[in-house]
């Protein structure tokens, strides 16, 4: 009876360690998190929360550097080059190649600009998503349409299927990596 008891013991320690293994690993694939001194020193200094910035970039690019979309866009927050330049001027770089979008720090750097220029200018985190995916301008026209925002401040959604699944699994996926970001320190 001891035998099977401490077989018992044994089987269920294999068991529950064998599910702890199979759950990091589900996070680890679904929330990968790299270059996170980058991303912390970018949200220190233009005040955006690091877990946005992750959610953002495992969206665009899973966390692959050397992504490039079908539409152009480059690196870890998936850039295009003629926002680039112009985030370039803004933020006074000099020498600013397309090549640059290629260095985590400096598309991290970048991209997290970029999202505090957004929040700067729209008042929810949901409109400032969508406007990073589909840009600025449009996201403007659709505030002032009726079917997408009620006050002209605030869109309720688009009439871009992406852009309103991009928007959702951005800010659903913040706090799976507020929860990634505690553990790590």
Known sequence: MNKIKGLSIILSSIVLFSSIIVYITYINVL???????????AGYIYDVEPAFIASVINEESSFDNLCESPSGAIGLMQIMPSTAEWLAVRMGISDYTVNKL???????????????????????DYTVLCAYNAGE?????????????????????????????????????????????????
């Open 102 to 124: 290629y260095e985590p720090q400096f598309n991290i750097n970048m991209g997290t600009f970029y999202l505090r220029y957004l929040m700067d200018r729209f008042d929810n």
């Open 31 to 41: 929330y990968p998190l790299k270059f996170v001194d980058e991303i912390n020193t």
């Open 137 to 185: 301008g449009i996201v403007r026209n659709w505030l002032s349409n009726n079917a997408y925002s009620v006050d002209n401040k605030v869109l309720i959604t688009t009439p871009y299927k992406e852009t309103n699944a991009y928007a959702e699994k951005v800010l659903k996926n913040v706090d799976r990596y507020k929860t990634r970001f505690e553990s790590r320190f």
